[in-house]
Each structure stands twice: as structure tokens, then as C-alpha cells.
């Protein structure tokens, strides 16, 4: 058996950094989005929100290198935010780890938004009506109400997004190519060593790769559907 390299681990450790700080992102920005989307039925009202979701969505079905190249060059010293942050003295955001973690936002938004956004619908709003009626603000809603009925909605998307950045490659390729340290993750680094045709070692990369997903996504589906049947005992 292979062991892993100083290099290897240098490549998981920074995958798993961007995984828990895309994830950790976009539960907080996912959710307010989410609840906006869930809520309104006037005509205008709706249009917008398709229009959101619709944009929202557009990661599932546009081509990983299309999103990459596009936010090189916004990105890039060339680019409109780039260009801006090198003219007012800071680096710009293109092959740097700070850049691959605004592409894996963008790029994983639609895993965080529509399992909250499915799980809002369902709860509807009668249980928070119920609640104001009983004198529960806001914040008690939230706490007392929304995140309990939605538990489960929000495991999903943290699952998802958490496992969907784990397997990112074409973005963070694109936009911040292969740096180690800085930008080279796990999914990369499997396509270097492929490269360099090192097969033994992409091999056992990829399949620990392969098992740790299947495992993340096992337990936590798993506690899910107990959650969904009641409180843990």
C-alpha cells in the first residue's frame, strides 16, 4: 500500500479547509435566500423569484469550465473586481485561495438553496402564524419553529454542499489552477499525478476520495430519516 506524501496531505488539508468554509458560507447566506424565494405570490413577486432561482440554479446545468473562465477574468488583475482591488493596492483574487472559495461558493450555491428552499415549502406558514399568535418574535421563530421542522432540510444541504465541493474540479481548476498549498485541492492534485501518469498513487487518492464521500453522505442520510421519524433516543 501507498503511503501518502507530505504533498498529499497538504492537498487534503486544504480541501477539506475550502469544503467547511464554502459550506459554512453558504448556510449562511442560503438561508435567508431560501426563505425569500419560499415566500410572496404576487405576480410580480413571483417573476422575480423565478427569475432568482432560475440563476440560482444555473450552476447545475452550465459547464464547470464556462463558470471558471468567466470568474477568471471578473477575478483576474484584468478583471472588474481584479482590476479594482490591485488599484487600490491589494492582490487580486485569481489563483489564490480566497478566489477558489468565491468560485466554489457560486459554484455549489444550488446545493445549499434548493433542499432549504423544498423544505421552507413544506413547512409552509401556518406553524409560524401559530406562533405569532402565541406572542413568539422573530428570533423565537426562527429557533423555536423554522430550524426545528427544517432540521432535516438543513443536513441535506449541508451534505450536499459539504460533499459537492469535496468533488470540484473544473472551476478551481480554471480559476486558480494547480498551487500547492494554495489552491491545488484533492480533486487536482488526482488529476496531476493522472498527468504524470503516477497511476498508483491517483488511484489511492481517488478511492479514498470515493469511500469518504459514500460515508459523509451514508451517516448523515441516515440521521436524517431519523430525524424525520423523531427526536434521537
Known amino acids: 500500500m501507498i503511503e501518502l506524501t507530505a504533498h498529499d496531505w497538504q492537498a487534503i488539508q486544504l480541501t477539506l479547509k475550502l469544503c467547511l468554509y464554502t459550506t459554512l458560507i453558504l448556510l449562511l447566506l442560503g438561508t435567508p435566500l431560501?426563505?425569500?424565494?419560499?415566500?410572496?405570490?404576487?405576480?410580480?413577486?413571483?417573476?422575480?423569484?423565478?427569475?432568482?432561482?432560475?440563476?440560482?440554479?444555473?450552476?447545475?446545468?452550465?459547464?464547470?469550465?464556462?463558470?471558471?473562465?468567466?470568474?477568471?477574468?471578473?477575478?483576474?488583475?484584468?478583471?472588474?473586481?481584479?482590476?479594482?482591488?490591485?488599484?487600490?493596492?491589494?492582490?487580486h483574487l485569481a489563483f489564490s485561495?480566497?478566489?477558489?472559495?468565491?468560485?466554489?461558493?457560486?459554484?455549489?450555491?444550488?446545493?445549499?438553496?434548493?433542499?432549504?428552499?423544498?423544505?421552507?415549502?413544506?413547512?409552509?406558514?401556518?406553524?409560524?402564524?401559530?406562533?405569532?399568535?402565541?406572542?413568539?418574535?422573530?428570533?423565537?421563530?426562527?429557533?423555536?419553529?423554522?430550524?426545528?421542522?427544517?432540521?432535516?432540510?438543513?443536513?441535506?444541504?449541508?451534505?450536499?454542499?459539504?460533499?459537492?465541493?469535496?468533488?470540484?474540479?473544473?472551476?478551481i481548476l480554471m480559476l486558480g489552477g494547480s498551487i500547492p498549498g494554495e489552491t491545488q485541492v484533492l480533486s487536482v492534485l488526482i488529476y496531476d499525478h493522472t498527468e504524470a501518469m503516477n497511476y498508483s498513487q491517483a488511484h489511492q487518492l481517488s478511492l479514498g476520495l470515493l469511500i469518504a464521500a459514500f460515508v459523509v453522505l451514508f451517516i448523515v442520510y441516515g440521521l436524517n430519516k431519523r430525524l424525520d421519524r423523531g427526536p434521537l433516543t
Do not use: N
Request: net charge positive.
Open 34 to 91: 431560501a426563505w425569500w424565494l419560499a415566500q410572496g405570490q404576487s405576480r410580480g413577486q413571483c417573476r422575480l423569484r423565478t427569475a432568482i432561482q432560475a440563476l440560482v440554479a444555473l450552476p447545475l446545468v452550465l459547464p464547470p469550465t464556462v463558470l471558471g473562465f468567466y470568474l477568471l477574468l471578473l477575478l483576474g488583475p484584468e478583471g472588474a473586481v481584479g482590476g479594482t482591488l490591485e488599484r487600490l493596492g491589494f492582490q
Open 97 to 171: 485561495f480566497p478566489g477558489i472559495l468565491i468560485g466554489s461558493v457560486i459554484y455549489s450555491l444550488p446545493f445549499t438553496v434548493q433542499p432549504l428552499l423544498e423544505s421552507f415549502r413544506r413547512m409552509g406558514s401556518r406553524p409560524l402564524e401559530v406562533a405569532q399568535t402565541l406572542g413568539a418574535g422573530k428570533l423565537d421563530q426562527l429557533f423555536s419553529v423554522v430550524l426545528p421542522l427544517c432540521r432535516g432540510g438543513f443536513i441535506v444541504a449541508a451534505t450536499l454542499t459539504f460533499a459537492h465541493t469535496l468533488g470540484e474540479f473544473g472551476v
